[in-house]
């Protein structure tokens, strides 16, 4: 089965660090998500592209954190610096059209100490 | 603004019995509506989908899904549960056409199984 490849699975930073969360989406997939799940807030979609251009970046804070599309077999979710409450669980998804759904990875688990 | 609410945060199910998860969504217009299930530690794993055509739609693993314009709701059932399906559950709505297509999820219903 094709899959959603997300690195590092865990990652464990201080306060103030720089962190990037990669993704690789299925080959073929036009549309790639990011999304942050925490126990309070549940899922959060933090940003979208489709064709590698943003399409939503609204729920990101803008400050700290950015996401881009270098190419179509790579997503990138940096945060700098990073913050205690950034820790959560990171998830990219990618699809070719909502009407198939979408594919998840396992995500990037991000503890901010 | 669109909206998932999973009423039930927690549910706990003897195997062999059957089960209900509640969805209701709010949405304007003809939504995509989606199940995803976690299992701890996991990403999520697309049970089934609804956006046209018959409202009763089977998904994965036994697991069917009815949708219900006047209730607004798109409720998840299986017949018999077995101690596998323990796992958190989503339901997510998605819009439709443009530069839209994002999913709005619930804040997950949590299956407990009892032996």
């Known amino acids: 089965d094709a899959r959603v490849t997300q690195t590092p699975r865990h990652k464990v930073t201080e306060m103030g660090q720089e962190v990037t969360m990669r993704c690789q989406p299925i080959l073929g997939h036009n549309t790639v998500f990011w999304y942050r799940q925490t126990m309070m807030q549940g899922l959060e979609l933090l940003a979208y592209?489709?064709?590698?251009?943003?399409?939503?970046d609204s729920g990101m804070p803008k400050d700290r954190f950015s996401a881009e599309m270098p190419d179509a077999t790579l997503a990138t979710l940096k945060i700098q610096p990073s913050e205690p409450r950034d820790s959560a669980v990171y998830f990219c998804?990618?699809?070719?059209?909502?009407?198939?759904?979408?594919?998840f990875g396992s995500g990037t688990r991000l503890t901010v100490v | 603004a669109q909206s998932v609410t999973q009423p039930d945060i927690h549910i706990t199910v003897s195997e062999g019995a059957s089960l209900e998860l509640r969805c209701n969504y709010s949405y304007g217009a003809t939504p995509y509506l989606f199940w995803y299930v976690q299992s701890p530690g996991q990403g999520l794993q697309l049970l089934l989908k609804?956006?046209?055509?018959?409202?009763l739609v089977q998904g994965i693993k036994g697991f069917e899904a009815e949708f219900k314009r006047s209730q607004s709701s798109f409720n998840l059932r299986k017949p018999s549960v077995h101690w596998s399906d323990a796992a958190e559950y989503f339901c997510a709505v998605a819009s439709y056409g443009g530069s839209q297509g994002n999913l709005i999820f619930g804040k997950g219903t949590k299956l407990s199984v009892k032996p």
């Open positions: 998804a990618s699809g070719l059209d909502m009407s198939f759904g979408y594919t």
């Open positions: 609804y956006f046209s055509g018959d409202t």
């Open positions: 592209f489709r064709n590698r251009a943003p399409l939503d």
